[in-house]
C-alpha cells in the first residue's frame, strides 16, 4: 500500500467530504498513529464541523483513564487486539459524543514486536452510534514511518467505506 502525502491528502478529503454531505462528526482513538489521522483530517478548513475530537492515548493508563479501556482486557489480549480497539471506539464515541469514531493500536517499530504480533501489527476498529463496531487486523511493512503512513491511510478508506453503508 502506498501510503504518500498526497494519498493521505485524498484519502483525508474525501472521508471529510463524506462526513459533511451526511452531516455527521467524528473522533479518533489513536495510539500508535500518533492523532496522524486527526492530523489528516483537520489539514481541511472548517473541519471542527465533521472532527469533534482527536485523542491520542498511547499508553495503557491513558486508555483506560481517557477511553475507558478495562485494565483486565488489556492484561488478557494485550493493548494491540481487538478487544481493546472495541472499547477504544466506545470510548471515543462517548468522550466526544460524535456520531462514527474510529481507533488504532499497533506495533509500529522497530522494537515491540512479538512472535504473535510482530512490528507492523496494527488494530483498527470504527463504529457508529447505535450501530455495531467493525474491527480488522493488518500487517504492514516497513518502517516506523511507512507502517503508520500505511495505518492511517487503511484507516480513512475504512470509514469512508463503513460511513457509505450506513
Excluded at 489480549?77 to 456520531?99: C, F, I, K, N, T
Excluded at 476498529?125 to 500505511?150: I, L, M
Aim: net charge negative; hydrophobic share 45%.
Amino acid at each position: 500500500m502506498q501510503a504518500s502525502d498526497q494519498a493521505l491528502e485524498q484519502a483525508g478529503s474525501e472521508l471529510a467530504a463524506l462526513l459533511e454531505k451526511q452531516g455527521r462528526t467524528m473522533a479518533t482513538a489513536e495510539s500508535c498513529t500518533g492523532g496522524w489521522v486527526a492530523k489528516v483530517l483537520t489539514d481541511r478548513p472548517g473541519s471542527s464541523a465533521y472532527l469533534l475530537a482527536g485523542l491520542v492515548t498511547y499508553s495503557n493508563d491513558a486508555k483506560q483513564a481517557i477511553l475507558g479501556v478495562e485494565s483486565s482486557v488489556i492484561a488478557t489480549h494485550g493493548a494491540v487486539s481487538e478487544p481493546v480497539v472495541r472499547q477504544m471506539v466506545a470510548g471515543a464515541l462517548s468522550a466526544a459524543g460524535a456520531d462514527v469514531a474510529v481507533a488504532i493500536s499497533g506495533v509500529a517499530g522497530p522494537g515491540g514486536g512479538s512472535a504473535e504480533k510482530p512490528v507492523g501489527t496494527v488494530w483498527f476498529a470504527w463504529g457508529a452510534q447505535g450501530r455495531s463496531t467493525e474491527t480488522r487486523v493488518e500487517c504492514f511493512d516497513g518502517d516506523r514511518d511507512q507502517v503508520r503512513r500505511q495505518a492511517v491511510l487503511y484507516v480513512l478508506q475504512g470509514v469512508t467505506e463503513f460511513l457509505r453503508t450506513l
